[in-house]
């Protein structure tokens, strides 16, 4: 499997109908702390969204919710995975991406047979209070080393100016948050990094 080398992240099926138009072809949805019908209603409009952009949309947690609505991709963190699932995820055919952080978590991850691993955060992150400090390049280099052919994805801290240093040393997609979030114009950073990352882009169509 092969993943985008752009991997968006944002909370809300709004951002989603911002920037997906723009180009994007991987986005994860990541909502916390709302309702089942709410997390519903925006599950089903970033999917329509995807859909009609052909552009492959990741549910983060939620892989009960994915499933009733027939997404294809779920995304865990270690303490979701523990609960998960794994037999009902792959018999709805989703396709799972798992977040690791140490050698312990990437051992956990793909002992799930996943189909992508990421590895965060690389450098420090404004994103959310993180216990472990930056992971650094070479350990990057390291994890790729681990994980062979399954892709892996780097998160935390990821800018324009990184991006190469994160290829070099073995990720096949970098993922973002608040480098475009955060942004005064949300919609030419995501230009940006489309353009940026646009060397290491395959027909995946």
Not at 163 to 183: P, Y
């Amino acid at each position: 499997m092969k993943l985008d080398p752009f991997y968006l992240i944002v909370d809300s099926s709004e951002w989603i109908a911002r920037l997906v138009p723009l180009g994007v072809k991987l986005v994860q949805l990541r909502i916390k702390d709302r309702s089942e019908t709410e997390l519903r209603k925006e599950i089903r409009s970033a999917k329509d969204i995807c859909a009609a952009n052909r552009c492959q949309l990741i549910v983060n947690d939620y892989w009960r919710l994915a499933i009733e609505e027939g997404c294809d991709f779920i995304h865990l963190g270690q303490e979701d995975l523990a609960d998960a699932d794994l037999g009902a995820i792959r018999s709805a055919g989703l396709k799972l991406g798992v977040s690791t952080h140490d050698a312990a978590e990437l051992t956990a991850a793909l002992s799930a047979s996943p189909d992508y691993v990421a590895l965060g955060p690389i450098y420090a992150t404004i994103l959310k209070q993180m216990k472990w400090a930056p992971q650094g390049l070479e350990r990057l280099r390291h994890w790729k080393s681990l994980v062979g052919e399954l892709p892996l994805v780097a998160i935390g801290g990821l800018n324009i100016d990184r991006i190469d240093g994160v290829f070099e040393h073995g990720a096949d997609s970098a993922a973002v948050v608040t480098d475009i979030t955060l942004n005064e114009s949300p919609e030419e950073k995501t230009r940006q990094w489309i353009s940026a990352t646009g060397s290491k882009r395959i027909d995946l169509s």
